[in-house]
């Protein structure tokens, strides 16, 4: 049982370049989201999703897009990088359940140039 | 829209001194709360939540919360800091309804010998 994985680790981007991020769950949980981690800051989210080909925005979702195809993955994208993109991407997944928690990733650190 | 605030940027405690770590909230009806901590590099933790019932609440590590509604407040306590609790700690407020969570902008904990 891994529980929350990302891929990559870390990644150096080219300003205008793309590139998806990878969350995946192996606790069958319906609920994913993407967060980002800037510094001094708490984390905020960037889209969600409630089950298998839902996404919904959260409150910092332009310049980003997400996939949920398969219930395990939850998938972000970034189609022209920017350096404010720079910043640490949590993913995190929860049981469908109004008091389940959240169970979060190890993060995956972007770095824009 | 739900918010969360936590006044203290960086505190630093004696080990074995006392902890209080203030968070206040803002939501419309009775919260969702959570702490969590994150160690540099890692994921977030969660130390404890509060949904209902007890407004004591315990968490791991010796960790507590107590909510108090007439105050908006969820503050984190621990009557004896270990060296090894020195993190950044978050304190979160979890919509209801839609199950979105927005997260303080955190606290960091130093811990003199």
Known sequence: ?113 | AQSVTQPDIHITVSEGASLELRCNYSYGATPYLFWYVQSPGQGLQLLLKYFSGDTLVQGIKGFEAEFKRSQSSFNLRKPSVHWSDAAEYFCAVRNTNAGKSTFGDGTTLTVKP
């Not at chain 1, 967060?35 to 925005?57: C, F, N, W």
């Not at chain 1, 409150?59 to 993955?73: C, F, I, T």
């Not at chain 1, 022209?80 to 640490?88: D, F, M, R």
């Open chain 1, 1 to 113: 049982n891994a529980g929350v994985t990302q891929t990559p680790k870390f990644r150096v981007l080219k300003t205008g370049q793309s590139m998806t991020l990878l969350c995946a769950q192996d606790m069958n949980h319906e609920y994913m989201y993407w967060y980002r981690q800037d510094p001094g800051m708490g984390l905020r989210l960037i889209h969600y999703s409630v089950g298998e080909g839902t996404t919904a925005k959260g409150e910092v979702p332009d310049g980003y897009n997400v996939s949920r195809l398969k219930k395990q993955n939850f998938l972000l994208g970034l189609e022209s990088a920017a350096p404010s993109q720079t910043s640490v991407y949590f993913c995190a997944s929860r049981p469908l359940g109004r008091q389940e928690t959240q169970y979060f990733g190890p993060g995956t650190r972007l770095l824009v140039l």
